[in-house]
């Protein structure tokens, strides 16, 4: 069974960082791009970074690109987003998602190609 799960949401003090991790079971990256959505309350979900399967490019939305940062393990089973700078208007639910299996160098951040997803994790930031 495929699944993703993510992990390192939490309280958070303004300024503070965080690191995500979604690991991947049931399958390695080297076919599948993973990439990081965030959704507030009662807001569409927006896509923050991607890496392609294999790993060799990554996409990062232009207002997050300072701010966010994806990685991924040797092992290829778990990808990572660290987070630096949180501020109170963060506050966001994470989810990463899946596309896959496929052969293409590039990711995307729509929504569209994805079609596996974790449960979330979600950070709070406050004092």
């Known amino acids: 069974q495929l699944q993703l799960v993510e992990s390192g949401g939490g309280l958070v003090q303004p300024g503070g960082s965080l690191r995500l991790s979604c690991t991947v079971l049931g399958f390695t990256l080297d076919y599948y791009a993973i990439a990081w959505f965030r959704q507030a309350p009662g807001k569409e979900r927006e896509g923050v970074s991607c890496i392609s399967a294999g790993g060799e490019t990554t996409t990062n939305e232009d207002s997050m690109k300072d701010r966010f940062t994806i990685s991924r393990d040797r092992a290829k089973t778990t990808v990572y987003m660290q987070i630096n700078f949180l501020a109170p208007e963060d506050p966001d639910v994470y989810y990463c998602?899946?596309?896959?299996?496929?052969?293409?160098?590039?990711?995307?951040?729509?929504?569209?190609?994805?079609?596996?997803w974790g449960q979330g994790t979600q950070d709070t930031v406050s004092s």
């Open positions: 998602e899946a596309d896959g299996p496929t052969h293409r160098s590039t990711c995307t951040l729509d929504v569209e190609p994805y079609n596996l």
